[in-house]
Nanobody, 123 residues
Framework: QAQLLQSGGGLVQPGGSLRLSCAASGFNLDPYAVRWFRQAPGKEREKISC????????YYEDSVKGRFTISRGPARNSAFLQMNDLKPEDTAVYYC????????????????WGQGTLVTVSP
């Protein structure tokens, strides 16, 4: 069974940093784009970042650009989201996911979701 297993997250003060991890289980993540989403309390889930497998390009929404960095692990079967200069408005449940596409430029229906991890940014 294909799964994405997330870790990281927690409580951090504004201006702090966190690193989220996402590890594939039951399938090989290497050929596929990795996407990160988040859902803040009372809001719809939003996409925030994507890393293509075909050309290694990374994409970010304006709300996180310059503060968040998406990457893959050395074995390319895992992915990370480094979050710096966190703000209270970054408080949300974060999800990694893949649509089994190789590029971020052709998004498809998400096929595998991580279980989600809560990030709380508060003094």
């Amino acid at each position: 069974q294909a799964q994405l297993l997330q870790s990281g997250g927690g409580l951090v003060q504004p201006g702090g940093s966190l690193r989220l991890s996402c590890a594939a289980s039951g399938f090989n993540l290497d050929p596929y784009a990795v996407r990160w989403f988040r859902q803040a309390p009372g809001k719809e889930r939003e996409k925030i970042s994507c890393l293509s497998a075909s050309d290694g390009r990374a994409y970010y929404e304006d709300s996180v650009k310059g503060r968040f960095t998406i990457s893959r692990g050395p074995a390319r079967n895992s992915a990370f989201l480094q979050m710096n200069d966190l703000k209270p408005e970054d408080t949300a449940v974060y999800y990694c996911a893949t649509d089994y596409h190789t590029t971020c430029r052709l998004p498809g229906d998400i096929e595998v979701w991580g279980q989600g991890t809560l990030v709380t940014v508060s003094p």
